[in-house]
């Protein structure tokens, strides 16, 4: 049995036309999917006897949403549970512009990153592209509205689930499905440099947004472990690179935590580490979770750190935070539910 959301629609006609069915059919049936129909028998204008073929050899893996928190700012946080009992979370954000959604590529993470929840318990396993896919699919019947914005900023490391997301990245963008410009999508990483240089050699164009949080090796080290695979400099030389190839804009993202990497000489030094670059500065407040003693800066060391930033001549902007009171932080509320499941 193969989840059709895997498929492009190319690979669906070549799969119906093996099994002995029209190729035509497919565009129907992926015209019924895209639209939120997730039952084979729902799609009515499809012949009853290739609605029992694509049963048999086919399955939409859409997951069970298993709670939805609804914030008082208006972002909706969904627990979503697939065939295999694993459950991931999605982050649905209304803007004046439309709704993005903020979707989860792995299930956990193993990437170590000390500030994030998801990474507590490691890697459980890669999401496929349908997977991926189907948060959006879930969101629009939830919200029964379009979702024109995509971030890959969820639980899991996209690069570290590089195959599965660029046929994501394919999938999302397909005029046969839901047609979302790679213009409107957002993709974040920790840093992995050879799928960095390879991505630019795609020259794909949506936005890549870099986890920097320091601006030398020795802090990141301490708060992300793969800046012991990767230096800074190398991390950059790769951003330069994509920013060349592309000419893309990069978004290096900055968590501030109180008393690790928010004093003056933090923001003169990441200024003068990023100046020249074609690149914005997103400034976070760190998300507070009980398993580290990382605490929020205070409103006015951020107020003076972006000052500094800006003053240097580079966008800086400081990330509205949505949803804090559903814990809409990646990880919190899959490990949350979890536990009481225990």
């Not at 928010?262 to 923001?267: N, R």
């Amino acid at each position: 049995m193969q989840n059709i959301l895997d498929l492009t629609l190319d690979e669906l006609k070549a799969k119906l036309v093996d099994l002995g069915e029209s190729s035509f059919r497919a565009k129907q049936i992926l015209d019924w999917v895209y639209k939120g129909v997730f039952d084979f028998s729902n799609m009515n204008n499809i012949p009853i006897k290739t609605r029992e073929t694509l049963k048999s050899n086919f399955y939409i893996g859409v997951p069970s949403l298993i709670h939805e928190y609804q914030s008082k700012d208006g972002t909706i946080k969904i627990l979503l549970q697939f065939g295999d009992g694993n459950i991931i979370e999605s982050v649905i954000m209304k803007y004046k512009h439309g709704y993005s959604i903020c979707v989860s590529t792995q299930v956990g993470c193993r990437m170590g990153c000390k500030f994030c929840a998801s990474t507590l318990e490691g890697i459980v396993r890669n999401l496929t592209a349908g997977e991926i896919l189907s948060q959006i699919l879930v969101a629009q019947k939830l919200i029964q509205n379009r979702i024109s914005n995509v971030v890959l900023m969820g639980s899991g490391e996209p690069l570290d689930n590089y195959d599965h997301v660029l046929k994501f990245l394919e999938l999302v963008n397909a005029e046969y499905g839901l047609n979302i410009s790679h213009r409107h999508i957002t993709l974040s990483t920790c840093g992995i440099v050879p799928k960095i240089l390879d991505l630019a050699n795609r020259k794909l164009q949506l936005t890549l947004a870099i986890s920097l949080h320091a601006y030398n090796d020795e802090k990141r080290k301490a708060i992300m472990p793969v800046a012991n695979k990767y230096s800074i400099n190398e991390l950059l030389e790769a951003c330069k690179y994509y920013v060349s190839v592309t000419g893309r804009r990069i978004t290096f993202e900055y968590a501030l935590v109180n008393g690790v990497n928010d004093s003056e000489e933090d923001a003169v030094a990441l200024a003068k580490l990023l100046r020249g670059m074609l690149c914005h500065i997103n400034l976070i407040p760190v998300n507070e979770i009980k398993e580290n003693d990382f605490k929020k800066s205070p409103e006015e060391r951020i107020s003076k750190f972006m000052n500094i930033i800006k003053k240097s001549g580079i966008e800086v902007t400081v990330r509205r935070e949505m949803g804090s009171d559903i814990n809409a932080a990646c990880g919190q509320l899959r490990r949350s539910y979890i536990k009481t499941q225990n």
